[in-house]
Nanobody
């Protein structure tokens, strides 16, 4: 089970840190963050698999995904937020190797979403 938190309303240029706490199962092949803006498709934001990370071009250099194994929690540090980052953010976990980690359909478990609103 995944529990996402940390969203909120901030001004452009501010920072937020999202958290995704896992309970039960503690090992995943990959954990990722996706987001969905109103009227748009859910899109990939970031992923971490072991020591490997990858990001959507739109957030590279601004967002960082990290993991605290002791707390079984994955974080998404978001800096220099822009109004276009406004969305419902979801954490997700992928239990097996093979399918693309850029696709939401590849993930087996999802958190409930946390809303990030960035005002201009």
């Amino acid at each position: 089970q995944l529990q996402a938190s940390g969203g909120g309303l901030v001004q452009a240029g501010a920072s937020l840190r999202l958290s995704c706490a896992a309970s039960g199962r503690t090992f995943w092949y990959a954990t990722g963050w996706f987001r969905q803006a109103p009227g748009k498709e859910r899109e990939f934001v970031a992923v971490r698999s072991g020591a490997n990370t990858d990001y959507a071009d739109s957030v590279k250099g601004r967002f960082t995904i990290s993991r605290d194994n002791a707390k079984n929690t994955v974080y998404l540090q978001m800096n220099s937020l822009k109004p276009e980052d406004t969305a419902l953010y979801y954490c997700a976990a992928k239990s097996t190797y093979g399918s693309s980690w850029y696709l939401s359909s590849s993930y087996d478990y999802w958190g409930q979403g946390t809303l990030v609103t960035v005002s201009s």
